[in-house]
């Protein structure tokens, strides 16, 4: 059961890299330099990151992570560099590369299905693009992110409070209530601010003060 799972999660990650190879195909070059909601990286960086993620094995990411002395900011910078092309077009090819990929540096596939699916949000909210996740994709990534911390506090964001998505299945928690989309949920729990006016709620403002 758990191996079948693991092969949808994988079909939908392989899915939504698609969708955002297939928005990143439009880009003009100054889109490609634009913000994005992931700190100081630009469209190309993300890209250039998400290749990693879908490149490294455990080993490889062990070696990486060692060799950062346990520093993932340093860790991500190396791999980003290595990853990006020469040009924008070079970067997507490199991305468009790995779309198939189920390799990760661990079993939490619905970890490293949430990365790409928050990524290419962190690209197309700044861009105004309009294409928005399928929430089959996205349910599972909340249930993870309000199971535990991995590579956000997810959790700790959510703890103490009843989240209910309005446009699916996912529900969890007891407490003050947060209701709004799954995909907004889902961002709001990766660290996303800008996502939390899609939220509503008397639990919202405990969201805001654990994350400003």
């Keep these: 059961m758990a191996k079948s799972r693991d092969v949808h999660l994988w079909t ?49 990411w062990m070696r990486s992570i060692v060799g950062a002395r ?16 020469s040009d924008p077009g070079e970067t997507l090819d490199r991305f ?23 990524h290419a949000q962190d690209i197309r909210s700044p861009l105004g693009l309009a294409r928005t996740p ?8 909340a249930e993870f992110y309000a199971s535990r911390n991995f590579t956000v506090a997810s959790r700790t964001l959510a703890a103490g409070l009843q989240l209910e998505a309005d446009d699916g299945p996912f529900a ?16 709001v729990m990766a660290g996303r601010v800008p996502y939390l006016k899609d939220l509503t709620g008397p639990g919202v403002q405990t969201l805001r003060l654990r994350l400003e």
């Excluded at 198939?100 to 490293?112: G, K, L, Q």
């Excluded at 399928?134 to 990534?141: D, G, R």
């Design 96 to 118: 468009r590369a790995v779309i198939n990929s189920t390799v990760a540096p661990s079993s939490h596939t619905p970890a490293y299905l949430g990365e790409v699916l928050v």
């Design 70 to 85: 346990f520093r993932p900011d340093v860790h991500n910078q190396r791999r980003l560099q290595e990853h990006r092309g």
């Design 12 to 60: 939908l990650a392989h899915a939504e890299r698609a969708a955002l190879a297939e928005d990143l195909a439009g880009l003009t070059t100054d889109q490609w330099r634009h913000t994005t909601l992931c700190g100081d990286w630009e469209v190309e960086d993300v890209v250039a990151h998400l290749t990693a993620a879908a490149s490294l094995n455990q080993w490889q």
């Design 172 to 187: 969890t928690g007891s407490g003050h209530l947060v209701t709004g989309s799954t995909l907004a949920l889902v961002m």
């Design 134 to 141: 399928s929430v089959e994709a996205l349910t599972p990534v």
